[in-house]
Nanobody
Framework: QVRLVESGGGLVQAGGSLRLSCAAS????????LGWYRRTPGKERELVAR???????NYADSVKGRFTISRDNDKNTVYLQMSSLKPDDTAVYYC????????????WGQGTQVTVSS
């Protein structure tokens, strides 16, 4: 049915950059709000960035000014451009799509590992 597949994670040196992508299948992408979350072992899942259907964005204070979320509705893809990466950014990053147009939905990808070395 609806699938979200993250890609672009990997190992990077502190100060480097990565661009994460989340490709979505299904017909509800354009009416979905989209977000990136991350999970570090021993910590709660936290919101990294979010973008609404109208293009409004918000970011965690820890990444503001370094990360940028964007979406391409023609490609059914949401991106997270990450710059000036820090070791504290190390986590599994998850893509999320949610909405409530006629019915509620809340889809998640399987995650992609980002590791930032000192």
């Amino acid at each position: 049915q609806v699938r979200l597949v993250e890609s672009g994670g990997g190992l990077v040196q502190a100060g480097g950059s990565l661009r994460l992508s989340c490709a979505a299948s299904g017909s509800i992408f354009k009416t979905s709000n989209l977000g990136w979350y991350r999970r570090t072992p021993g910590k709660e899942r936290e919101l990294v960035a979010r973008i609404t259907t109208g293009g409004s964005t918000n970011y965690a204070d820890s990444v503001k000014g370094r990360f940028t979320i964007s979406r391409d509705n023609d490609k059914n893809t949401v991106y997270l451009q990450m710059s000036s990466l820090k070791p504290d950014d190390t986590a599994v990053y998850y893509c999320n799509a949610y909405g409530n147009v006629g019915f509620p939905w809340d889809y998640w990808g399987q995650g992609t590992q980002v590791t930032v070395s000192s």
